[in-house]
């Protein structure tokens, strides 16, 4: 009796595994659910430009007019974010090209090539970078880079140049830190047998490690890209703030969330200058699933077979 | 045994946290609580004018928050706030139904262009300014000054001291497509180092890194705007619902007392509303 | 055709020429903010209260609630995203549903805060009655770090070599008990840098705070232990700004004489928070690690 009670009866293990899992997966369902929501907050009210106030989803995209809360020519409202559109897509473009050798640089020497010491020393650098407010990154951008551009290149030195120049240094923290996570989690033995073979260190770095860390690098990214869309008080100084189609790199412009960011408190919830904001932010959260697409297409490609 | 006991704990921990976050609901909607909401450039003056009312009587609570005048009055409206701040009558704000709120002007504020300093005008005519806000001047060259582009820093669509500015200065027409700011304060820097830039600011902001733009001769200064010599200036104002509160009208009238008018208001560097000689309404037309 | 051991000097000079870059990017800018902020930090700066038009105002509460949010984040945060990461590194089977949670999360944290902050301003502060607190700013933290917190701890957890996980296993220990007792204080490193950077963004941020922990400092006793109590410093329920917060207002509509100074300064003590919390988080996660493992 005791022992047939024993055998059918769950084990210890099975129940704290139970245990387990119900707990993790706890946590993972309030995680979806908290994502769920406010997806659901954002798509809802930047779809009532469209069906309440009845704008024009073709115009919202290709028109170049912002001026939502003001009646236009035709007689309708001023929606077109097609500027914005056009130079947060490529604000954010940028600043992750440009960051990316870089963090990737700093992570092969942080855990391959560099001394044990300076990894303590780079990592704690790093670390720091996070922690600046955006609006500091906003004065300095202000009081150094826009003046450089401007003996540099001409114009008034505000304009995507700049604020490319601001994100790559708010990016990089982020993409350095996953990057160097990743470039960790691939295995030992993997490089130890590259090394073994013959390979130079090169070899093993370009073709083992970096290959096999591929996704990993590719999520550092997009953590990086998306730091970069969603950031708004530090480009917004920097970039001359005009809702301008950008004609080069070294022109006033607005991005997405700065118009965003600023337009909000001055606008008066359930009109059609406050529903055209969050019709940004949907803008926003539809291109940078579009960018997270993408670069995981291009990880699928570049896979590991 | 134990999966029921930790079973038990984490429901326990979840109705705990629950009955906590409900409890604190009950607590901030009691009676002696005054949240004010809105306008950025007002904050401060409310929140100092709260903190001395606060010691004086105990057990009230005054939360005084920023977030700019566009919410301040969607929330009095929604009803989640007892006072909203706004820098724009809420006749001129889409989307307020401004005949169920009631207005109470605290203070004036005047505002005033201001240009780098390199450019070399101090005085411009008001036919001018405007030309140069519809994008029709585009060079200090055309006044005088050097030869410099104008860089025209406008400020953000719907912000009061936008309207204010384009009522009293663009005569109805478009201003040109420029930049857009949001704050006092990065205005200033930006105007301080971009050569050829040309703003405008809250007379408290005005240091010596930028040069203030006379109009017509008539100089930006308290005087002129409380008699209305100098047009650019606007009510702050605090807005809130047809029935308030005993607690919150006693508020109200320490804000308009003599003492906060005097004092904290010309500190911070409004001009008081005690000492105004003209009254405008929501049109910007003189009242008498 | 460039030989391999070239094309490994070349190589290597490439990276190092990256890597200097950076340093000296980095080392401009945290010692621009240094050698212009630090002259105005003293005694009186870190312990007086903010003035609001008046020069001398210090930056005792504000460096008080930045510390005290950063706690109630990680409460609220650390658990779900250890969860969550432990869930998507062992047991989320590999198939779209998993990829899109995956997706899902990635793109939330793209979300500019602003977005972040009004949701939370509408929901939490408003519709729960929460108020303007250090608990509705730590909510909206939550969400920040909610998905570079899970990511880190997947990622740690992840690059913990299989042999530990069999080596488990094989001694009879459930999953989980593997997990918690072998996996876990073996990517403590890992989870220690995840924590540390999303600290550092508790710390720096503001747009998002200022519509759920709000941008006004109201009296704050620090001899009053009771929590429930309105000027208690602990209190949960009280409005609260940052330091990162006072920053930006000091900046954008501060008319105090030394909103330079006050700016500046700040910035600096930040940074020396950041760095002091950095020191002690490697050092306790030393200490753990050395005690849950059982290493030298």
């Known amino acids: 009796m005791e022992i047939n009670k024993k055998i059918l009866m769950p084990s210890k293990e099975t129940r704290q595994e139970k245990f387990g899992r119900t707990l993790s997966f706890i946590s993972i369902s309030a995680i979806v659910v908290l994502v769920a929501l406010i997806l659901y907050f954002i798509i809802s009210k930047g779809v009532s430009t469209f069906t309440q106030n009845h704008v024009n989803l073709w115009d919202f995209i290709s028109k170049q007019d912002w001026s939502p809360s003001t009646i236009g020519k035709d007689g309708k409202p001023e929606v077109g974010a097609l500027p914005m559109i056009v130079t947060s897509f490529s604000v954010t473009f940028l600043s992750a090209l440009i960051a990316t050798p870089f963090a990737i640089a700093v992570g092969i020497y942080m855990t391959i090539i560099g001394p044990k010491k300076s990894r303590g020393f780079l990592q704690t650098v790093v670390e720091l970078l996070v922690g600046i407010p955006s609006v500091v990154y906003g004065f300095i951008g202000l009081t150094i880079i826009v003046p450089i551009v401007r003996t540099l290149f001409g114009g008034t030195g505000f304009g995507i140049l700049s604020a490319t120049m601001v994100l790559f240094v708010m990016v990089l923290p982020t993409i350095t830190s996953l990057t160097v996570d990743s470039l960790n989690a691939v295995p030992k033995h993997l490089s130890e047998a590259s090394l073994a073979l013959g390979a130079t260190r090169w070899q093993t770095i370009y073709k083992v490690v970096l290959r096999s860390a591929t996704p990993g690098i590719l999520t550092a990214v997009i953590f990086g890209m998306a730091r970069a869309f969603g950031e708004a008080l530090a480009v917004q100084m920097v970039i001359g703030n005009a809702i301008l189609m950008p004609k080069n790199l070294i022109t006033p412009a607005s991005t997405l969330t700065s118009q965003l960011t600023t337009g909000i408190g001055n606008t008066v919830m359930g009109t059609l200058g406050n529903n055209a904001l969050w019709s940004l932010a949907l803008v926003l959260l539809l291109m940078s699933l579009f960018f997270n697409i993408l670069v995981k297409l291009i990880g699928k490609k570049g896979k590991l077979k | ?288 | 055709m460039i030989n391999p051991k070239l094309a490994n000097k070349i190589a290597t000079g490439v990276i190092y020429g990256l890597v200097l870059v950076v340093i000296a990017i980095l080392a401009a800018l945290i010692g621009y903010i240094l050698v212009t902020g630090v002259p105005h930090i003293s005694w009186h700066f870190l312990t007086t209260q903010s003035q609001s038009f008046l020069a001398g105002g210090g930056i005792r509460d504000q460096l008080f609630n930045s510390i005290y949010l950063l706690v109630l984040t990680l409460i609220i945060s650390f658990p779900i995203a250890l969860g969550a990461g432990i869930y998507l590194a062992e047991y989320a089977p590999k198939n779209w549903i998993t990829e899109i949670i995956k997706t899902t999360i990635e793109v939330l944290s793209s979300l500019p805060s602003v977005v972040v902050g009004l949701f939370c301003y509408l929901v939490f502060v408003v519709q729960m009655k929460i108020g303007f607190s250090i608990l509705s700013g730590a909510i909206a933290l939550t969400f920040f770090n909610l998905p570079l917190l899970t990511r880190n701890i997947e990622t740690s957890v992840e690059s913990i070599s299989d042999l530990q996980r069999e080596a488990g296993l094989s001694l009879g220990l459930s999953q989980w008990k593997t997990i918690t007792g072998i996996i876990l204080p073996a990517s403590v490193p890992g989870i220690i840098t995840g924590i540390i950077l999303s600290a550092g963004r508790v710390f720096g941020e503001a747009a998002a705070l200022i519509y759920t922990a709000g941008q006004s400092a109201p009296f704050v006793d620090y001899s009053n232990w009771n929590i429930f109590s309105d000027t208690s410093f602990l209190n949960p329920l009280r409005p609260a700004e940052t330091l990162a917060v006072h920053i930006w207002k000091v900046n954008s509509e501060g008319i105090t004489p030394d909103a330079n100074a006050i700016s500046s300064g700040s910035s600096a003590v930040l940074i020396i928070v950041i760095l002091l919390f950095n020191v002690l988080a490697h050092w306790i996660g030393n200490r753990l690690y050395k005690k849950m493992t059982s290493s030298k």
Not at chain 2, 166 to 183: M, W
Not at chain 2, 258 to 287: F, P, T, W
């Open chain 2, 1 to 288: 045994m134990m999966k029921i006991k930790k079973w038990s704990l984490m429901t326990a921990v979840v109705l705990m946290a629950g009955s906590v976050l409900t409890a604190c609901g009950v607590n901030s909607a009691s009676n002696n609580k005054i949240t004010v909401v809105g306008s950025t450039a007002l904050q401060p003056l409310v929140e100092e004018a709260a903190n001395a009312y606060q010691a004086k009587n105990k057990g009230l609570s005054i939360t005084v928050q920023g977030g700019g005048s566009g919410t301040g009055l969607s929330q009095l409206q929604a009803g989640a706030v007892t006072i909203g701040n706004s820098d724009v009558f809420a006749e001129n704000q889409k989307g307020i139904k401004a005949e169920n709120i009631v207005d109470h002007r605290v203070a004036v504020v005047g505002i005033t262009p201001v240009v780098n300093k390199e450019t070399g005008v101090k005085n411009i005519s008001l036919e001018n300014l405007r030309k140069i806000f519809t994008g029709k001047i585009t060079n200090w060259k055309q006044l005088g000054g050097k030869n410099t582009p104008i860089e025209v820093i406008n400020r953000v669509k719907g912000s009061g001291t936008r309207n204010t500015f384009e009522s009293n200065v663009l005569n109805g027409e478009t201003a040109v497509k420029a930049q857009e700011q949001d704050s006092n304060g990065t205005v200033r820097r930006i105007v301080a180092t971009t050569p050829g830039a040309i703003s405008y600011l809250s007379f408290s902001f005005v240091d010596k890194t930028l040069q203030p733009l006379s109009i017509d001769n008539v100089k930006p200064t308290d005087k002129n705007v409380e008699t209305n010599a100098w047009k650019i200036w606007s009510y702050e104002h605090m807005y809130t619902s047809k029935k308030i509160s005993e607690n919150t009208k006693k508020f109200l009238e320490y804000i308009d007392s003599k003492e906060v008018q005097d004092g904290l208001v010309k500190k911070l560097g409004y001009i008081s509303i005690h000492n105004m000689k003209v009254k405008r309404d929501a049109k910007n037309q003189i009242v008498h």
